[in-house]
Structures are given as structure tokens and as C-alpha cells.
């Protein structure tokens, strides 16, 4: 296959002196779910919001589709992108977050479509079709007219999944997006994020849901201290893992 | 003559007008720190029959403007049998003013301490007063002051309405030697100047008190 | 000996009352929205803008705290026709006071508000793809506006009773009024009786209004 959507290579970052990213590579394919795991600190967060350009990092470098994504210039002479660059190469990525940050202003259809009207430039008419028809992807088909504050954790995230679904993005990151729920409405998220992943959307996860890597990846990255320890399919990092932190780690969570 | 220089000369003339400003100021926040602790602190614990007049009391005085308070006070007290000098009214006006608002700020102050303190101090055997003074307050302190320190400012310039009664503040002296003078801009510039240090040096003052009371929040 | 309270003489002149209550009203209207406007632009300058310009603003809100409205008042009225070559009417004079002086404290509402908007809503405009102005637009300043409602309700209601000291200048509002009744019939405890009770009732009526309006658009 052609280049990896997803190019992340040799990205350093540090705040003040912690030093958050160290170096890491990781590649995603087109249709691929790629899992990073790791403990609370490893640097797997910050990693996801460089890729979304939510975050600067110091050095190495991301493309997204080719696209170099918190600078311009050429490679020896870089400068920081502007806001305008930023927003357009954010909205070639969806993010969903570990607490939604839903707009608590608008409702259910309207946090889907303000994305859609404002960046996509849809007509009003277009932007409610196409927001309702991942609102009903996601089973809320009939809340579309709640404000966030009138739904659960649970159907929350779901607006949230749609909302960066509905931009159409060339890959969509997931921040511990179940870590803040319930554990009754945990499934009903990871539901609709199996969909997607069947549908071939490609996603790069951060989790701490080990099942659910284990079921929907097709790579997995053990994150420790800034670093990717260990990467590999599933079933060699899961279930066969080697080195001491690795172990202790997934003794811990499973 | 340089607008300095007049305004050198006419210095002197302010000195007695800055007196009564402060000392109106000076009354009506003391009284009002009084009487508003009193009634904040019966807005919360004290019997409803007690909180209903006083949270009327409050409501209402806070619904009059400062200025329509001074003359109500002014016009109106003699008729009740209130036969106060123009001075007196003025701070009577502006302590009332106040103190509706310190009440208010005692009220929240102490709202604010979790009422498990209240109960943790009945538990070692503490009464009433004994609460209030060693557990509640030096709690509700420190979301008393900064709220309170605003009233303070608000009453300092409020008290430059009294000089529409006639009272001889700074304010009204300021616009007796515009009158001698017809060189309004610098005295009015000076005047502000004037309640600027007053009220800045009383919110530095009060940075400091807050620093003596901040400790970790709970 | 005690007062005779004589209410006729106050209800034949009480359309200088309500004329006067019409034009606190106009007074407050016009104050507040100009008032919104500018403090409203240097929240935003605040939050967003350089470190000149952020200390500009911090001295201008010190400055106008610090200053009784009355000495303001004047200074706008007497003061700077006497030294720049500009003329205006008392109103005028006093709408762009009272505007000034509560922008200075609607730059403080709205620059907590901004500053209490959650970071990770501001993350989710990025995520989508909003520019800043975007985001300052759709999501940051709609729900700076419902934090703040509240203390905005009242600093309004604090504005309306302000417009008391328009009185100064001769301004036919609701203290006004007041004042040429009793200077006409001398009957100064009873219009004192009137103005104050309408005052209270409008102020809360104002509250009550914004209230419901408070409600309608909270968003928990």
C-alpha cells in the first residue's frame, strides 16, 4: 500500500524540563486502528493532541496525509503554523475527548452542524441532513433536540463521536473517550466506535479499555515515559508481553 | 497663571472638604460593618420572624439609589421625628447603604463555610457564640474581605453625593474653588486624583489583610 | 406639631414623575448597551490582546473604580467642554459617563466570564477546524454570556439606579423630578415617599425581567 496517513516520526516535546514526548515513530495505515496504551503521564494524551495540532511539538514530525501539521517552510527552516493554516489542518482530523467538551449552548444537532456550516461551508439545509444522519448512526435519532446537559455521559460522548465523524476527517483520534463514564454507558460508546472501525474509518485510540484494544486494533503501542516501548499487533503485545513495565502495566488495568 | 499653580493656591482650601469625606466615609463604614455583621450573621441563623423583616430591610434599601437614600433620609427622617443635622443624615444615608451590602457579603461569607463545621463544633461542645467566633468566622473571613473592600470603595464614593445636601466634602469643595477659580478641568482632575489614592491605598491595605488570611482552601 | 401629608399636589405633577421614571429607563438603556459594547471589546482585547494593551485596560478599569461617578459626572460635563472645543447636551454628557464608568465594570464581568469558559471547549472549535474569531464567536462568547448573566442582571440594575446622579445636570429623569416638585410645592416628603417605592419597583421588576431571561437561556 501507498504511504501511512499517519506519519509520526521522531516527536520530542518538552514542558519546562519534563521531557513529555522522547522521540516517537508510529505510523497509521488507511483503515487501520492503531491503540496506544500506557500509564496516566506516558506522554499518550500529549501524542494525540500534536496530531491534532492542539499541542506544538518540539521536533521530528507529523504528516497527516502528507501534510506537515504544526509547521510550514521546509524541513531545515520551520516556521509555527498560523491560526488559519491550524484550522484547516485540523478539520482533515476529527478528535473526540476523554469529557466531550460538547458546546453546552447548542443542542445535539447544532454542536454537529456548527463544524459543518462554519468550516465545511455546508448550506443549512445539507449540514442538518448530514448531522442527523450521524446522529441516527450513533442512536440518537430522537435527542437530537436535547441540549447536553439534558443527555447522559453516555449519549454526550455519542454527539461528541458524531460531531467529529460528521466533518469527514481523513482520521479520527479518540481520547480516552470512556474514561469519564459511568460503566454502564461505557458499552453503548464502544459500540458505536466498532462501527466505525468496521466501517474502515482509520482511528488512532488512546485507551484504557484493554478488551476493547485487544478486539479493535490492528496495532498496538505500549507509551511509557514519552516513549513507544513496545508496538505490535495485538496479540504479541496483549497477550504476550514482553518486558518488565509492559507487564506490570497491564496486570495492573486488566 | 499656570493651571498648576492654581491648582498649588487652591490646595489648601481642600484640606478641610478631604476632612469630612474621610470622616463620613470613616463613620458609615464602621457603622455599617457593625450593623451589617449583625444582620448577615441573623440571616442565617437567626428564627424567621427575626430574618424575614431584616431580609426586607436589606432588599429594599438595596433597591434605592444612593443618591435618592441621602435625600429620603435628609427630607423625609425630620417628618418621621428624625431630627438629624444634614451631617448626621448623610452618614446615617450611607451607613444604611452599606450596611445592607455588608450584610449581604456576611451572608454569603458564612454560607460559604460547609455547615459540617458547624456541626464538627457542636460535637466538642462549643455553644453558640463560641462557634461562630472560633470556627465560623475565621472561616467566612476570607470571602468576606475582598467583597467588603469593594464596599468600602463604594462607600468612599458615594460619600461624594452628600455634598448634595449641601454637606462641605471634597467634592463640594472642589466645586467651590471652580467657582472662585472658572478653571474647572484641573480641579476636577485633582479631585480624582484625590479619591483614586484614597480608595487604591485602601485596596493595597486590604491585599495585605487578605495575605494574613489566605490559607489553603478546604 | 405634627405633618400634614398632602399626596394631592404630587399626583398633579406626577407626569414629571413618570416622564422622569421613562427617561431613567432611556437613560439605562442606552448607557448599558453602549457600556456592553465597549467593555465587552476590552474583555476581549484583555484576554487576547499584548501586555500593553492588557495594562492599558487594567489601569483604565483601576482608574474609573476608584472615581465617584458624581466627580466623573462633572468632569465629562464641565470639564472637558472648558479645555477642548467640544459641545454637547447634558444627556449626551451623561449617557457617555455613565457608559464609560459601567464599561469599567462590565470589562471585569466579561473578562471573568471569558476566563471561565473551559479550555477543552475551546479545544473542541479548534478540533473542528474553527478559526480563532470562529471560536470566539460560536462557542467562546455564547457561553461567556450565560456564565455571566447573573452578574450582568445586576450590574444593569446598579446602572439604572445611577441614573439618579443625571439629576445634576438638570437631566428631567425620575430624581429630577422629584427635585423640581419639591422646589415647586415644597412638598418634599411626600414626592420622597413616591420616587423612592418606584425606584425599588422598577429596580426589581428590571431584575425580575432579566431573570426570566437568565433562565430561559441557562445551560444547566
Given amino acids: 500500500m501507498s504511504d501511512p496517513l499517519v506519519r509520526i516520526d521522531a516527536v520530542g516535546k518538552s514542558f519546562g524540563t519534563t521531557r513529555v514526548l522522547d522521540g516517537v515513530d508510529l505510523d497509521v495505515n488507511r483503515g487501520e486502528v492503531v491503540t496506544v496504551i500506557g500509564p496516566s503521564g506516558s506522554g499518550k494524551t500529549t501524542l494525540l493532541r500534536c496530531v491534532n495540532a492542539l499541542e506544538t511539538y518540539d521536533e521530528g514530525s507529523i504528516r497527516v496525509d502528507g501534510v506537515e501539521v504544526g509547521f510550514r517552510g521546509s524541513e531545515a527552516r520551520r516556521r509555527p503554523r498560523r491560526d488559519r493554516e491550524l484550522s484547516r489542518i485540523r478539520a482533515a482530523t476529527g478528535m473526540v475527548f476523554q469529557l466531550f467538551y460538547l458546546f453546552p449552548h447548542l443542542t445535539a444537532v447544532e454542536n454537529v452542524t456548527l463544524g459543518l456550516r462554519k468550516v465545511r461551508r455546508l448550506g443549512k439545509a445539507e449540514a442538518r441532513e448530514r448531522a442527523l444522519h450521524w446522529l441516527d448512526r450513533v442512536g440518537l435519532a430522537n435527542r437530537i433536540d436535547n441540549l447536553p446537559s439534558q443527555l447522559s455521559g453516555g449519549q454526550q460522548q455519542r454527539v461528541g463521536i458524531a460531531r467529529a465523524v460528521a466533518m469527514d476527517p481523513k482520521v479520527l483520534l479518540l481520547d480516552e473517550i470512556t474514561s469519564a463514564l459511568d460503566p454502564e454507558l461505557v458499552g453503548e460508546v464502544l459500540a458505536v466506535v466498532r462501527r466505525l472501525a468496521d466501517d474502515g474509518m482509520t482511528m488512532l485510540v488512546v485507551t484504557h479499555e484493554m478488551g476493547f484494544a485487544r478486539e479493535v486494533s490492528d496495532q498496538v503501542a505500549f507509551m511509557d515515559n514519552g516513549r513507544i516501548v513496545q508496538h505490535g499487533d495485538p496479540e504479541s503485545v496483549l497477550r504476550n508481553p514482553s518486558g518488565e513495565r509492559l507487564k506490570a502495566f497491564l496486570s495492573r488495568v486488566s | ?218 | 406639631m405634627p405633618y400634614h401629608f398632602n399626596f394631592s399636589l404630587i399626583w398633579r405633577h406626577f407626569d414629571r414623575l413618570g416622564w422622569g421614571l421613562a427617561l431613567s429607563l432611556e437613560l439605562s438603556v442606552l448607557a448599558a448597551a453602549i457600556g456592553t459594547v465597549l467593555g465587552l471589546a476590552m474583555a476581549i482585547a484583555h484576554v487576547s490582546g499584548g501586555r500593553g494593551l492588557r495594562a492599558a485596560i487594567g489601569t483604565y478599569v483601576e482608574c474609573i473604580r476608584n472615581i465617584p461617578l458624581l466627580l466623573l459626572v462633572y468632569l465629562v460635563f464641565y470639564g472637558i467642554p472648558s479645555v477642548v472645543n467640544l459641545q454637547y447636551n447634558a444627556m449626551t454628557s451623561f449617557i457617555v459617563t455613565l457608559s464609560v464608568y459601567y464599561a469599567a465594570y462590565l470589562v471585569e464581568v466579561f473578562r471573568a466570564g471569558l476566563l471561565a469558559v473551559s479550555r477543552g471547549l475551546t479545544d473542541a472549535g479548534k478540533a473542528i477546524g474553527l478559526t480563532a474569531w470562529q471560536r470566539l464567536l460560536y462557542v467562546r462568547l455564547p457561553v461567556m454570556f450565560r456564565i455571566v448573566l447573573p452578574s450582568l442582571s445586576n450590574t444593569f440594575v446598579s446602572l439604572f439606579k445611577d441614573t439618579s446622579v443625571a439629576s445634576v445636570l438638570a437631566v428631567p429623569e425620575l430624581t429630577y423630578g422629584a427635585q423640581w416638585i419639591n422646589n415647586n410645592t415644597f412638598r418634599v416628603i411626600e414626592v420622597y415617599m413616591i420616587v423612592t417605592p418606584m425606584y425599588v419597583a422598577t429596580g426589581y421588576a428590571i431584575l425580575f425581567l432579566l431573570r426570566q431571561f437568565e433562565r430561559r437561556l441557562a445551560i444547566r
Avoid: C
Avoid at chain 2, 475565621?138 to 468600602?152: E, G, T
Fill in chain 2, 1 to 218: 497663571m499656570t493651571g498648576l499653580e492654581t491648582v498649588w493656591r487652591a490646595l489648601p482650601s481642600l484640606w478641610g472638604g478631604l476632612a469630612v469625606t474621610l470622616e463620613a466615609s470613616a463613620l458609615s463604614v464602621a457603622f455599617a460593618l457593625i450593623g451589617g455583621v449583625l444582620l448577615g450573621t441573623t440571616l442565617v441563623f437567626g428564627p424567621w420572624p427575626l430574618r424575614l423583616p431584616i431580609r426586607g430591610l436589606v432588599d429594599l434599601v438595596r433597591g434605592i439609589p444612593v443618591l435618592v437614600l441621602i435625600f429620603f433620609v435628609y427630607y423625609v427622617g425630620p417628618a418621621a421625628g428624625l431630627n438629624l443635622g444634614s451631617f448626621a443624615a448623610a452618614v446615617l444615608a450611607l451607613s444604611l447603604f452599606s450596611a445592607s451590602q455588608v450584610a449581604e457579603i456576611t451572608r454569603g461569607a458564612i454560607s460559604s463555610v460547609h455547615h459540617g463545621q458547624m456541626e464538627a463544633a457542636r460535637a466538642i461542645g462549643l455553644n453558640f457564640p463560641q462557634r461562630l467566633i472560633w470556627v465560623i468566622f475565621p472561616q467566612a473571613i476570607r470571602r468576606f474581605l475582598p467583597p467588603w473592600i469593594n464596599s468600602v470603595t463604594d462607600t468612599v464614593k458615594g460619600s461624594a453625593l452628600i455634598s448634595l445636601v449641601g454637606i462641605v466634602d471634597l467634592m463640594l469643595s472642589i466645586q467651590q474653588v471652580i467657582g472662585r477659580t472658572y478653571d474647572p478641568m484641573p480641579f476636577y482632575i485633582l479631585g480624582a486624583l484625590i479619591y483614586l489614592a484614597i480608595n487604591y491605598s485602601l485596596s493595597s491595605a486590604s491585599r495585605h489583610l487578605e495575605a494574613r488570611f489566605a490559607y489553603a482552601a478546604t
